[in-house]
């Protein structure tokens, strides 16, 4: 991902794979994320559901662009699980999106490059079993306006990619909308427009995370 847009991939639900790597045991789980915290949580209750496993290594990537991201080795070697995990994530152009695999030993050592492809591949499995969907990052703008240009305002509505939240009626309407992060600010100027200058129009702070993950 190479700068802001409009939409970003993410996982539609959770997967699960398991391999086997001279005997140990490589249980993969994916997860749509909605940010760190909650990666940070699914993370922590998979440890405490796995308390009898080897290791929980696992990798994280949130945020519009993916701009956050986390691994985590879990006692490892240095780069050997958490890394080619996030690599698995990353490859795919996902955000949003945490990669937690559970290994319980074999008996028989790996070596450096066999972890590094023990946990990328489980990673990778659990991926290419996972359904992926486009999500559309949008902004969130109030609109305000009085009941007699109703029919202005929601021309301007209809002429965006723009989903209404919230409906308040004082002595005026009040609409909280979600509109195409690269339509907002062409949506406040033609509201203002349209309405000669009788609406107020605000942009509020982004969404950050996914609402549907």
Do not use: W
């Amino acid at each position: 991902m190479s700068g802001p847009t409009d939409t970003y991939r993410t996982l539609a639900g959770p997967s699960r794979a398991e391999i086997k790597v001279k005997g140990s045991r490589f249980i993969a789980e994916a997860f749509p994320v909605p940010d760190a915290d909650a990666a940070e949580a699914r993370i922590a209750a998979l440890r405490k559901r796995e308390y009898n496993a080897t290791h929980v290594c696992s990798a994280y990537r949130v945020g519009r662009d993916g701009q956050t991201f986390r691994y985590h080795d879990d006692g490892e070697p240095s780069g050997t699980a958490g890394a080619p995990i996030l690599r698995q994530i990353e490859g795919r152009g996902l955000t949003n999106t945490l990669v937690a695999v559970t290994r319980y030993f074999g008996g028989t050592k790996l070596g450096t490059g066999g972890l590094v492809r023990a946990y990328g591949d489980a990673a990778a499995a659990a991926l290419d079993g996972a359904t992926l969907v486009e999500r559309v990052v949008r902004v969130p703008v109030r609109l305000q306006f009085a009941y007699a240009d109703t029919a202005p305002a929601m021309r301007t509505l209809e002429a965006f990619d723009a989903e209404i939240r919230e409906t308040r009626y004082t002595d005026d309407t009040e609409l909280l909308v979600a509109v195409r992060a690269s339509e907002a600010d062409a949506l406040i100027a033609r509201f203002i427009d349209h309405l000669a200058g009788r609406g107020r129009a605000e942009r509020l702070e982004d969404e950050a995370s996914d609402p549907e993950a």
